[in-house]
């Protein structure tokens, strides 16, 4: 309700179509990705977490937190700013910040699970990966996120999905988490 | 993000929230030269030519690995092995770059305002990598950029700048770059080597800007020292006795840093003449940040490019 509302003081007419998760559902969802994540991999060794900025960050600590619970063991967590392997720098609005990408380990021969809050196109996961290999050879890369919504532009899918949604091209996907926002839930919006 | 130009010809004309939205966006910048693979596709397809009608090792090359880190393709061209050396003009020249499309054209040139003029005569965007004694602001910058990653944040501090003011365009756009953060700027050396230009400066900058008598005046207390090179090329008079006498009146030594504070920093634009205005001790110490500047140049280079060219229909 606030981000729309917010939206709205800015002049966009945004509508608010679907409450899709709410904090609860949020953390339920990190949950049930964390144990699949340590029972596909069985166990945490050579496991990395890497958040694509900014919500995937947040939520790649939580799914580390997650795994700690679970594992005794918390796997490290990296974050990738992926502005500088972007396809569309040409297209985008007003000039993109830059932020800094950080790999706090080798990724040579690990396993690295990224994580993002919204898989639509898949093309800022094609940019993540392109980033990812001039760090190293990882064994593995995976992919969870928190909310798939189709219309994908690129042969790409998640290993681990919090919840599918269906949606037209007009609505918008947003996830809204305590460390950026006033709230923490998973709304669907269209502009009108 | 209040970077939207198409040229970057000096730092008179930058803003506050510009300044500080390149020295951010290279501090970005600077993790990629540590990667192992140290390049990113950001400017693929984009050209660079680097125009040089003076000699740089430093500033060429540090431009050249900026481009090629993003990716750009890096074209130079040095005026003795040019067409110019053959008498073509300077808007021949620049008319004839524009023809092959370059993205962006960075220019050295003895008199300035020759990159405000080549920017007004071609669609590309300028950088000036030097024009005469006029500016040299991605050294301004690139200076910033060390001082805030050593000290943290440049308002408050207390900076010498001492030597050849008159020949330097460092010092200028320093002046300019340093006073517009909020620092105290003390500018010492042989009062022939301090222009009149200088008194419009000073009065403008409401007592932030100030000239010394003696180096010593300077350099006491201060947080970071300056030294600039004695540019013998450029001096066709005698502006003092001796090199000799120069180097005891204002070459900074490691007595003389003493009266500095004690986390002081010592900065130098290259290339250092050691013995002159800086002795060797003092070069290789533990303060000098002279080769971190150096690293740090291709950082906000990579920066500069990047805001200027990164993105099209600008």
Same mark, same amino acid.
Request: no cysteine; hydrophobic share 40%.
């Given at each position: 309700?606030? #981000?729309?509302?917010?939206?709205?003081? @800015?002049?966009?007419?945004?509508?608010?179509? %679907?409450?899709?998760?709410?904090?609860?559902?949020?953390?339920?969802?990190?949950?049930?990705?964390?144990?699949?994540?340590?029972?596909?991999? !069985?166990?945490?060794?050579?496991?990395?977490?890497?958040? =694509?900025?900014?919500?995937?960050?947040?939520?790649?600590e939580r799914?580390?937190?997650?795994?700690?619970?679970?594992?005794?063991?918390?796997?490290?967590?990296?974050?990738?700013? =992926?502005?500088?392997?972007?396809?569309?720098?040409? %297209?985008?609005?007003? @000039?993109? !910040?830059?932020?800094? %990408?950080? =790999?706090?380990v080798d990724v040579t021969d690990s396993t690295i699970v990224l994580v993002d809050?919204?898989? #639509?196109?898949?093309?800022?996961?094609?940019?993540?990966?392109?980033?990812? !290999?001039?760090f190293g050879r990882p064994r593995?890369?995976?992919?969870?996120?928190?909310?798939?919504?189709?219309?994908?532009?690129?042969?790409?899918?998640?290993?681990?999905?919090?919840?599918?949604?269906? %949606?037209?091209?007009?609505?918008?996907?947003?996830?809204?988490?305590?460390?950026?926002?006033?709230?923490?839930?998973?709304?669907? !919006?269209?502009?009108? | 993000m209040p970077f939207i130009r198409k040229d970057l010809l000096g730092i008179r004309e930058l803003s506050v929230e510009e300044i500080t939205t390149i020295l951010d966006t290279a501090e970005s910048f600077k993790e990629v030269s540590g990667r192992s693979i140290k390049k990113v596709p950001t400017l693929r397809g984009k050209t660079v030519i680097n125009l040089f009608f003076e000699a740089s090792t430093r500033t060429r090359t540090s431009f050249e690995i900026a481009a090629k880190r993003l990716s750009a393709d890096a074209v130079n061209i040095s005026a003795s092995t040019s067409s110019v050396s053959k008498g073509e003009s300077l808007i021949d020249t620049a008319q004839n770059l524009q023809a092959m499309a370059p993205d962006a054209i960075v220019i050295r040139h003895p008199s300035p305002g020759v990159p405000h003029q080549l920017s007004r005569m071609v669609g590309s965007s300028i950088i000036n990598g030097g024009d005469g004694a006029h500016e040299h602001p991605t050294q301004a910058l690139l200076d910033a950029f060390t001082i805030r990653e050593h000290k943290g944040s440049i308002g408050g501090l207390q900076v010498a700048i001492v030597g050849d003011i008159r020949h330097s365009r460092v010092a200028r756009s320093n002046a300019h770059l340093l006073t517009k953060l909020g620092a105290h700027v003390r500018i010492a050396g042989p009062r022939t080597l301090i222009p009149p230009a200088y008194d419009r400066l000073i009065e403008s900058s409401e007592g932030s800007l100030i000239v010394c008598d003696h180096i010593d005046?300077?350099?006491?207390?201060?947080?970071?020292?300056?030294?600039?090179?004695?540019?013998?090329?450029?001096?066709?008079?005698?502006f003092f006795p001796s090199l000799k006498e120069y180097s005891v009146q204002y070459g900074l030594t490691l007595r003389r840093l003493d009266l500095a504070a004690s986390d002081c920093i010592v900065m130098h634009p290259g290339p250092v003449n050691r013995g002159i205005e800086i002795s060797s001790e003092v070069v290789d110490g533990a303060r000098s940040l002279i080769l971190d500047q150096v690293?740090?140049?291709v950082a906000v280079r990579m920066a500069i490019l990047f805001l200027l060219i990164g993105r099209d229909g600008s």
């Open positions: 309700m606030l #981000y729309s509302a917010r939206l709205k003081e @800015r002049g966009a007419e945004i509508k608010l179509k %679907t409450h899709i998760m709410d904090s609860a559902g949020i953390n339920r969802a990190l949950s049930r990705l964390a144990s699949q994540i340590v029972e596909r991999n !069985v166990g945490t060794s050579d496991l990395l977490l890497v958040g =694509i900025r900014r919500r995937g960050v947040p939520l790649a799914i580390a937190d997650k795994i700690e619970q679970l594992e005794g063991v918390r796997p490290p967590t990296g974050q990738l700013d =992926i502005t500088l392997y972007r396809d569309d720098l040409s %297209t985008v609005g007003p @000039r993109p !910040v830059v932020n800094k %990408t950080e =790999i706090p809050d919204v898989l #639509y196109t898949g093309r800022t996961v094609r940019a993540a990966m392109d980033e990812l !290999v001039d593995r890369v995976e992919l969870a996120v928190l909310v798939d919504r189709g219309h994908r532009e690129l042969p790409i899918q998640a290993d681990y999905v919090g919840k599918v949604v269906q %949606t037209t091209d007009a609505e918008i996907v947003k996830v809204m988490l305590k460390d950026y926002d006033e709230d923490e839930q998973v709304i669907v !919006v269209e502009s009108e | 005046d300077a350099i006491a207390g201060s947080d970071v020292v300056m030294m600039l090179r004695i540019q013998r090329e450029r001096m066709s008079d005698a690293t740090n140049g």
